[in-house]
């Protein structure tokens, strides 16, 4: 059970979030009152929203840029966007203990119990624990719960991995199967950052044009990593069960522009699938499905 603050926020994003995600990891503005993390124990911090409608015109919106069909139910990975405010809300609070900016998604876990419906109101609420230890640094995971009344609908654990000081004996985090053959190739536009970010909230400055990528210190914007998930989910949507879980772990960020291959395979009672880059050994993505 993680103890430490609750809050209610809002439950959504826009250019304050961006400033209290960017602020505490600026040279001298990062020390001022108000900005700079709090520092010492950090015991946890659980926050919540107001209950949330699934709208339909959000959702074909979710649709189109994700490759997902348009039906009467949310695709399985679009909860996550209703809690992404809720995960930023703890990554820029004062007692959070690292900056957002720098702070990576290194994996995500989604279990859906069952679709949740267009129309249906949901409860979405996010918690997170103290640090636990990986070997590049420190992990926390922020664990998710959506419930439609009483009835847990959907829930789903995402990875963020500060970098540093690490423990080489720690865990490197969930083992997925090695790559598949590579059976698509998708083309990746370069405003595809941006078109996400449009539907979803997250417009960290890595994904969206090159001069923001490059002052963060990538050579140009990069894809989100739920864009690759959900893109994946998208391709294999027609063979998934209405209650399964689905692991991915990001591996290697895609450039935008660019090029990204696909690959699946049968695994047990669900599905090992892949991102790679084509003609190459680097691996984006690993990911597996399990039924419930």
């Known amino acids: 059970m993680i103890t430490g603050d609750a809050r209610v926020v809002s439950g959504r994003t826009g250019l304050g979030t961006l400033l209290r995600a960017a602020l505490p990891a600026l040279p001298v503005i990062g020390a001022l009152p108000g900005v700079r993390k709090s520092g010492g124990s950090f015991e946890g911090l659980s926050v919540t929203r107001e209950p949330v409608t699934v709208e339909r015109t959000h959702v074909e919106a979710y649709d189109a840029v994700c490759g997902f069909p348009v039906k009467d139910v949310a695709p399985l990975t679009y909860p996550h966007l209703l809690a ?24 995500n876990s989604i279990t859906q119990h069952r679709p949740v419906a267009i129309g249906e109101t ?3 609420s996010t918690c997170v624990g103290p640090a636990k230890p990986h070997p590049r640094g420190v992990v926390f995971e922020l664990v998710t719960s959506s ?10 654990t995402s990875t963020y991995l500060r970098r540093g000081r690490g423990e080489e004996s720690a865990s490197w985090g969930i083992e997925l199967p090695g790559p598949s053959a590579g059976s698509a190739i998708w083309s990746l536009p370069g405003d595809l950052g941006r078109r996400y970010a ?10 969206l044009y090159p001069l923001t990528a490059k002052a963060l210190g990538f050579g140009r914007q990069i894809a989100h990593g739920m864009w690759t998930k959900a893109r994946c989910v998208a391709a294999l949507e027609n063979r998934l069960p209405d209650a399964v879980q689905v692991d991915v772990a990001f591996k290697r960020p895609v450039f935008l522009p660019g090029k990204v291959a696909f690959g699946s395979r049968p695994l047990g009672d ?12 680097t691996v984006h993505l690993l990911g ?3 039924s419930l």
């Open 147 to 156: 419930y439609v009344r009483d009835e847990l609908v959907w829930a789903s």
């Open 84 to 107: 992404f405010g809720l995960h930023m809300a703890i990554l820029t609070d004062p007692v959070f203990p690292a900056a957002a900016i720098g702070t990576v998604h290194l994996e």
């Open 122 to 124: 949901v409860d979405v």
């Open 288 to 290: 597996r499905t399990a």
């Open 198 to 207: 449009a539907v979803s909230g997250d417009y960290n400055p890595i994904h």
């Open 270 to 281: 669900g599905y090992a699938f892949s991102l790679t880059k084509p003609g190459s050994d």
